[in-house]
């Protein structure tokens, strides 16, 4: 079975500033999709990224940018410049290529600080 | 244009009741998805609806049913409800397939909180 593992419950950061967001998973698949979530305190999820496992290049979305390495199996989001608005609690969810369930991290909640 | 609407936004039931929620996709979408969000679990997917069909399921009890109507409207039933169903459900909806495609947003109603007394 697969499972999503992020470390970090909560994170803090000065805003300006760059933080990074660490999750592994576990799959014996070869084909599959991850993506980041944010879920602000309005509590509606917004897609951030989203990653497709044959593709070498790390996906990038203007301030947010991923690096994943297959083998390792870890798919950590990185948040450049941090603003206040990226204030959230951040999911990290797997998906195989036939996209029967998605697997969700129990979250990293992230304070940006004034 | 309106986002996903989830109704209703709070409620609250006894033990062994059963509950009904809503969700209105934004308009034109055709994939409506559920979710549990829990403190000790997480985040977890409950099933997808595409076209009024049932197409993915997570690992949840025969308790929690839904179905789709003709308009992508979705409702999600769980019947026999227990204090472990206390949580915050949440819809999403897509245009088409929704996980699949490249570029397909994916967008998620605010939730139904629903606790269970």
């Known amino acids: 079975a697969q499972t999503v593992t992020q470390s970090q419950p909560e994170m803090s950061v000065q805003e300006a500033e760059t933080v990074t967001l660490s999750c592994t998973y576990d799959?014996?698949?070869?084909?599959?999709?991850l993506f980041w979530y944010k879920q602000p305190p309005s509590r509606q999820m917004i897609l951030v990224i989203r990653?497709?496992?044959?593709?070498?290049q790390n996906a990038t979305e203007n301030r947010f940018s991923v690096n994943f390495q297959k083998a390792a199996k870890s798919f950590s989001l990185k948040i450049s410049d941090s603003q206040l608005g990226d204030t959230a609690m951040y999911f990290c969810?797997?998906?195989?290529?036939?996209?029967?369930?998605?697997?969700f991290g129990k979250g990293t909640r992230l304070h940006i600080l004034p | 244009k309106a986002g996903v609407t989830q109704t209703p936004r709070y409620l609250i039931k006894t033990r062994g009741q059963q509950v009904t929620l809503s969700c209105s996709p934004i308009s034109g979408h055709r994939s409506v998805s559920w979710y549990q969000q829990t403190p000790g679990q997480g985040l977890q997917f409950l099933f997808e609806?595409?076209?009024?069909?049932?197409?993915n399921k997570g690992n949840f009890p025969g308790r929690f049913s839904g179905r789709q109507f003709s308009n992508s409207r979705s409702e999600m039933n769980v019947s026999t409800l227990e204090l472990g169903d206390s949580a915050l459900y949440l819809c999403?909806?897509?245009?088409?397939?929704?996980?699949?495609?490249?570029?397909?947003?994916?967008?998620f109603g605010e939730g139904s909180w629903l606790t269970v007394v």
């Open positions: 799959t014996s698949e070869n084909n599959y999709y």
């Open positions: 609806y595409f076209s009024e069909t049932q197409r």
């Open positions: 999403a909806s897509s245009l088409e397939f929704i996980w699949g495609n490249s570029g397909n947003t994916i967008y």
């Open positions: 969810a797997f998906m195989k290529h036939d996209a029967d369930k998605i697997i």
């Open positions: 990653q497709e496992a044959y593709k070498q």
